[in-house]
């Protein structure tokens, strides 16, 4: 299997050109791997002059991930010089010019020659890969040159593909790592039930990240202006299905005020959503052309915002679960007290099931079961209050990850 991974990988790097066409996003993904190389040589000397931690992250959501950890190193050594690697375009594009580091990067499509030439070229003293990170040549590279590798966050389930026969080239690089921090005690069990002792629970990062937005200035003075004092429910990162189970809720509730921010913010999107929008709404792009006040929907066209538009929310709702695009991040309105709403398709999120357990957060599966729960959470202060409450204790019981990662890794990088 482990020949099958290596030449399905190079018939896509040999498709590359041909992919691009495919969509804009896999043009991003195409084009920003040209010139990887003498982006290293332009931003990286040739001579180490300060330790050097690799930090790969899938996307926008992993990274966010490893903010923590990246600040820790830096607090403890901030000369330390920081590469930040990305295999998705919806993470470089947002984060390429990422304060924190000193070289912000496309990661090489996973092939022999590509891991060799550009753990080469950065020269990593400590490598962190984050979540489900798991690229075999990349690591094997890594091991091979006694790197110190670390996996941050991690979550595992017994259906994964690296653990069932076919995945066995995938299960070998797994055990490359020097230390795997996963999130639950689910997933260390199952590590050390298949051989893998090098294993710890350090919880999850994401909780300490969430956490620091509350000291974070987070005050937006058009959604002040646009929910008055009525009560507003913050719709972050949704797709189509999840406005499908909206719209009829939008339209038989115009005393409550909506903040929808769509996961994708291209036009044709956008006006896919608004065409169905049978009340009055309003674009962010558009905010100096008309008044706030009397609007009943407020889209968010663009990103940067979503973090702190949860702290207007009384009840949030979370996209990606309505469909199979996979739930969005639901820490982040846990994080300011608020009262969760997702779609059905929750299991692969642990942290979906411990808000549920927590009463903090609800799955509905159609718009009637969606109307149910926000005529509840509105209807019944007390227990929409409560149900806030129970977010924010579920959020300050988990923290401490990054403390417990960092006592590990300290001593391999200083």
């Known amino acids: 299997m482990k020949f099958l991974y290596r030449f399905f990988i190079s018939i896509i790097q040999f498709s590359l050109p041909l992919l ?9 993904f195409v084009e920003g791997r040209k010139n990887v190389f003498q982006q290293i040589q332009l931003k990286l000397s040739v001579r180490k002059e300060h330790k ?5 992250t899938a996307s926008l959501g992993e990274y966010e991930q490893a903010v923590p950890i990246i600040e820790g190193v830096l607090a403890l050594h901030p000369t330390s010089e920081i590469i930040v690697s990305f295999f998705s375009p919806s993470g470089y594009e947002i984060k390429k010019n990422n304060p924190y580091a000193k070289l912000t990067t496309y990661l090489p499509l996973d092939t022999k020659t590509n891991a060799k030439k550009f753990i080469e070229a950065i020269q990593p003293d400590i490598a962190l890969f984050i979540k489900y ?3 075999p040549n990349y690591l094997e590279q890594l091991k091979k040159r006694k790197i110190p590798t670390y996996l941050i966050s991690a979550n595992f389930r017994k259906n994964q593909f690296l653990f069932n026969p076919l995945g066995g080239f995938m299960f070998e690089a797994l055990k490359s790592f020097t230390h795997i921090f996963v999130q639950h005690q689910d997933s260390l069990h199952l590590l050390k039930d298949k ?9 999850d990062t994401r909780f300490d990240r969430v956490y620091q937005q509350l000291q974070m200035q987070n005050k937006l003075a058009f959604a002040e202006e646009f929910k008055q004092q009525k009560l507003c429910m913050v719709c972050g990162s949704t797709w189509p299905e999840d406005e499908t189970l909206l719209l009829e809720l939008i339209h038989k509730n115009p005393e409550l005020k909506f903040i929808i921010a769509p996961h994708e913010v291209e036009k044709k999107r956008i006006h896919s959503l608004t065409e169905k929008l049978k009340t009055s709404y309003i674009l962010h792009s558009q905010l100096q052309k008309s008044s706030l006040r009397d609007k009943q929907v407020l889209i968010i066209d663009n990103i940067g915002l979503l973090s702190k538009l949860y702290a207007y929310a009384d009840i949030a709702y979370v996209g990606g679960a309505a469909g199979n695009t996979g739930l969005h991040n639901i820490l982040e309105p846990a994080t300011f007290g608020v009262p969760i709403i997702i779609g059905e398709n929750h299991k692969k999120f642990p942290e979906a099931d411990l808000l549920i357990k927590e009463k903090a957060l609800f799955s509905v599966t159609d718009p009637q079961a969606l109307q149910t729960i926000v005529k509840k959470l509105v209807m019944d202060t007390e227990f929409r209050i409560d149900t806030g409450k129970n977010s924010f204790r579920f959020i300050e019981k988990n ?3 990054k403390s417990r990662v960092m006592m590990e890794i300290k001593e391999k990088i200083f």
């Open 133 to 135: 990170e798991i690229w």
């Open 20 to 28: 691009k066409v495919v969509s804009p996003k896999m043009k991003l």
């Open 399 to 401: 923290r401490g990850a």
């Open 52 to 56: 050097r931690i690799w930090i790969h």
């Open 195 to 203: 051989g893998i002792h090098h294993v710890s629970v350090s919880g």
